[in-house]
Each structure stands twice: as structure tokens, then as C-alpha cells.
């Protein structure tokens, strides 16, 4: 029940996830706002995780991990919403286009910025703001279901059994962003003021470079499904019977410890300690138990190869569906269509695969280290083909060609 759980919580976040990716041109043309801002909205999901993750993972996995996932899945579904807010608060698209179409090229000079923002509604100055904490207040609700998720079942699973179930969470979320990116596809073909203005009497197609879609009706869908997604964890248990392989001798003090808070052998469930009480008790071994565990090299490689696998992955998956509507002249809803049916299943396939290879041949810390090192290399060198693949700048008239089409 807990990995069913886990698994809805995973794919829920994820979908939310990757639908904010998927909105990125959307939601610069909905609020005027350039690329690079659109990349500090999108990383303020990090940020928000950063700011509280070291606590939640280190207090959190000693007190009731379920309900703590559970108050994190909530969070993060009023940070959904939140993201959904300026749709509704701020006037139609549609009533304020004559500001936003001129047939006048813009000059990059500061007065004809500020003249040009002048132009535009307050609300869409300022509430592209919301976005901004309502993807924060996700990053702060995302933190407890990684890490606290895979602590219960390390605990809890046979250790031959351990892997397999972590794969089978990370190939189930990674079908979430497969449904985020076909969710933002749909929503882009929908009219962003749909169930406010006849459709009927919009110009505009998809096509068209101002065509705004209906960016907010996916974060409501994305926001309720994470909302349901928390449900479950009320009801589990904060620890479970210890298999007979967790109590080996020959197992560390390290390794054992975030297991000591689990049933006896007559399986009855200790009561819980207040949380004021248990704070006070171990807030000094923090510090130490940080300090131990940055002196782990293992860990540190680990970390600094993780650190650069997602410098990489973030930047791609973020940017790549602009990249591909702007160089190769396709829309934002086909953008995305392909992101979510090429890409993630590849990715759904390498997660499974390695689970059921980690369990099929037992491999160790050793064994999975030279595994991940030889896909790793593998996926660079596929990754050079992306050098070969491109298109001739387009021709513009009066900046690459004359108006006579002459260099």
C-alpha cells in the first residue's frame, strides 16, 4: 500500500512538474516576460527545496514519515493552484490583445521597454509573481516524498527486494511528465480565455506567434490530482515489522539506525513522541551527523556526479520544447506532444531496466557504481549526435537579407 502510494505521489509531482515546463512559452506570452525569467520561475522550484530539505530529510525520517509526505503532498497542490491564481485575478487576454500586437518593431532601447510595459495591464507586470511562489511553495511540498518515501521502503522492503521497488517509484514517475507534456499539448490547442469569450470569434490559430492556450487549466487538473495523491499516507502506519535480513550483526550502527524506531517482535507500535520533545532532544546531532556524512567519498562522488547529470537534464528538458517550436518552425502543442511521447518513455525504460538488473544480478555499491558508469558514458556519446542535428538560420529581410531576398 505504502509503494502504491508512493507511486501515485511520485507521478503526481512529476506530472505538475513537467506541465510548468511545458507552459513555458505560454506563459511568456501571457504575461511579456523573457526567456531568462522564465528560467529563475522555473528554478524557484529548487530553490524552495533547498531551502528546507536538509531538515525534512534528517528530522523527518525519524518521526512519522507517511503523514509528513502526506502535509508535503498538500503543499504542493496549493502551490498548483497558486500558480493557476492570475488567470482569474487579472483581466482577459483577449480585452488587452491591442496592446500586445503592434505594427511596429520593438526597439531594445529602455524608454520603448518601459513605453512597451506601459502599455500592458498592471496585473500582468506583477502577477507573473505568483507563479513564481506558488512553483517555491511546490518546492518546499516536494521535499519529504523523495527522500522520505525511499527511507520507509529501504527500512521495511527485503534487501533483495529494496531496489526493485525503487525502480518500479522511479518508472512510475517518470510516466508523469509523459502525461504532463500531453496534458500542456492539449491545454495549448485550448483558447487561454475558453468559458470566458466565444471561441468562435477568435482569429487566431495555435500557429500563430500570438496565440496564448489555456496554460491554467492544466495546473487546476495537475493541482487536484496531487491534492488526491496526499489521501492515502493519513492511513499508513509510522513503522512497520523489520524483515529478519534488516537485523544482521554485521550491519553498522550507520545503517541500522533509522530503523530502530521499528516494532517489536510482538509487532506492537511504539506511541509516538511529541514532536517539541523529540526537536529538543536531537537537534544537536544535526551538525555531526552532516559533518559524518560529508566525509563519506562515496557519497560525495555520487553527489557531484548527480550535480552535473542534472545541470544537464534540467536545461534540456526545460528548453527543449521552445527549442524545437522556434528552430524547427513547430508549434508549442506538437512541441510538446513529442517531448512526452519520445523522450519520457525512453527514460520510463532505462528506470525499470536498471531496477530489474540491479536485482537480477544483486549488484553491490561496486557493481552498481561500474553500471552506472558505463550507461552514463553511453548516453554522452549519444548525446554528441545532438551537434549534427540542426537547420539553416532562417532569412530575415533587412538583417541577414536585403528586402530584394540578396545578400
Known amino acids: 500500500m505504502f509503494f502504491a502510494a508512493l507511486s501515485f505521489a511520485y507521478f503526481s509531482k512529476e506530472l505538475s512538474g513537467s506541465y510548468m515546463k511545458s507552459t513555458i512559452t505560454q506563459l511568456e506570452r501571457r504575461f511579456d516576460i523573457p526567456s531568462y525569467l522564465i528560467g529563475i520561475i522555473d528554478g524557484s522550484f529548487e530553490i524552495g527545496n533547498l531551502l528546507v530539505i536538509s531538515f525534512v530529510s534528517y528530522f523527518g525520517a525519524k518521526l512519522h514519515r507517511p503523514k509528513i509526505i502526506a502535509v508535503g503532498c498538500i503543499l504542493m497542490s496549493l502551490g498548483t493552484f497558486l500558480i493557476a491564481m492570475p488567470h482569474f485575478t487579472c483581466g482577459r487576454s483577449s480585452e488587452n490583445a491591442t496592446s500586445h500586437l503592434s505594427p511596429c518593431p520593438v526597439n531594445s532601447s529602455s524608454s ?125 502506519p509510522k513503522s512497520l515489522p523489520v524483515h529478519v535480513d534488516k537485523h544482521d550483526s554485521s550491519c553498522t550502527q550507520d545503517q541500522t539506525r533509522f530503523i530502530k524506531d521499528s516494532p517489536n517482535m510482538d509487532h506492537k507500535i511504539r506511541p509516538e513522541e511529541p514532536f517539541i520533545d523529540y526537536l529538543g532532544k536531537h537537534k544537536y546531532e544535526f551538525v555531526p551527523t552532516l559533518k559524518s556524512l560529508l566525509r563519506n567519498p562515496v557519497y560525495i562522488i555520487y553527489l557531484c556526479v548527480t550535480i552535473i547529470q542534472f545541470n544537464s537534464l534540467i536545461g534540456m528538458v526545460t528548453y527543449k520544447p521552445k527549442y524545437i517550436e522556434q528552430h524547427y518552425g513547430q508549434s508549442a502543442s506538437k512541441a510538446n506532444f513529442l517531448m512526452g511521447m519520445i523522450n519520457i518513455p525512453a527514460v520510463a525504460f532505462g528506470m525499470f531496466s536498471g531496477a530489474v538488473v540491479m536485482k537480477k544480478y544483486k549488484l553491490g555499491v561496486l557493481g552498481a557504481t561500474k553500471f552506472a558508469f558505463g550507461t552514463s558514458l553511453l548516453g554522452y556519446f549519444l548525446s554528441l549526435l545532438f551537434l549534427a542535428m540542426s537547420c539553416e538560420n532562417s532569412k530575415v529581410a533587412g538583417i541577414t537579407v536585403s528586402y530584394a531576398g540578396y545578400v
Open 112 to 236: 520603448n521597454n518601459n513605453d512597451r510595459l506601459s502599455l500592458l495591464p498592471s496585473s500582468s507586470v506583477s502577477l507573473w509573481m505568483y507563479v513564481l511562489l506558488g512553483n517555491v511553495l511546490r518546492g518546499i511540498g516536494e521535499t519529504p516524498v523523495q527522500p522520505l518515501g525511499i527511507s520507509y521502503i529501504d527500512d521495511y522492503a527485503q534487501s533483495e527486494n529494496a531496489a526493485l521497488y525503487i525502480g518500479c517509484v522511479q518508472t512510475i514517475a517518470v510516466i508523469g511528465p509523459a502525461f504532463g507534456f500531453l496534458l500542456g499539448s492539449l491545454c495549448t490547442k485550448i483558447y487561454v480565455d475558453i468559458g470566458f469569450v466565444d471561441t468562435e470569434t477568435v482569429t487566431i490559430t495555435p500557429e500563430d506567434g500570438h496565440w496564448v492556450g489555456a496554460w491554467w487549466l492544466g495546473y487546476l487538473i495537475a493541482g487536484t490530482i496531487t491534492l488526491m495523491s496526499a489521501v492515502p499516507f493519513w492511513f499508513l
